[in-house]
């Protein structure tokens, strides 16, 4: 808001000579770039987005793994370091399209991921499905919950080598198992929804 309050005031305040309309626009230039690159930040301050995926081919099967950039919401963070547990899925699919028919779903599967503050140790714990983690610092404890590492995700037969098939991957915080005066409030404000884009690529079994 500042930086385009000061454009403003700057551009209007120009003289309207035409010497000065080389330096003008000049200006308008830079000053556009800087506002759009102050933007940006803020929109990646907030949020979850992919930054890899793949899927591993290994003797017994595919493996899934990922890597997410996760920052929580000034919400969540009061939230989560007042006792709320914060539950996110992870969701992955896979599928062979196909030209006359519906696409063939392979797989489907959702993981669940708890992250929750401990006040009596002051320790963070993540669980991910039957296990769990513990970390001395919020940090450390989102970055293992943005990482998928070696998931099972489907059987050597599953698929077909030479056969391509699409595939999306997706990470998000699941209101529903928010305390009920907090799934209320998540209804009328955005500073609890945090869910990544949904990220299609492609799979070709080796």
């Known amino acids: 808001m500042s930086c385009m309050m000061d454009f403003s005031t ?36 907030e949020g979850i987005n992919i930054r890899s995926v793949d899927v591993e081919t290994v003797e017994e099967g595919y493996l899934l793994n ?27 699919d896979l599928w062979r399209t196909r030209a006359w028919w519906f696409d063939e779903t ?12 401990v006040p009596v140790t002051r320790m963070y714990r993540l669980n991910i499905g039957t296990s769990y983690e513990t970390f001395t610092n919020l940090k450390e404890a989102l970055k293992a919950l ?11 037969q599953a698929l077909i080598k030479g056969q391509r098939y699409e595939a999306s991957i997706s990470l998000g915080l699941d209101t529903s198992l928010l305390p009920k005066p907090l ?15 949904i990220h299609r690529f492609t799979v070709n079994p080796n």
């Open 10 to 45: 700057q551009f209007l305040s120009a003289p309207a000579n035409p010497r000065y309309r080389t330096r003008d626009i000049f200006y308008l230039l830079i000053t556009g770039c800087v506002l759009v690159y102050c933007l940006a930040l803020e929109a990646k301050a």
């Open 106 to 117: 392979i797989i489907h599967f959702q993981e669940h991921r708890r992250l929750s503050f």
């Open 146 to 156: 943005a990482h998928v590492h070696a998931v099972p995700a489907a059987e050597k």
């Open 183 to 197: 799934q209320i409030e998540s209804l009328s404000t955005g500073d609890w929804q945090l869910t990544s884009p």
């Open 66 to 92: 990922a890597d997410f950039d996760l920052e929580l919401t000034p919400k969540l963070l009061d939230a989560v370091s007042h006792g709320v547990s914060l539950d996110f899925v992870l969701a992955f």
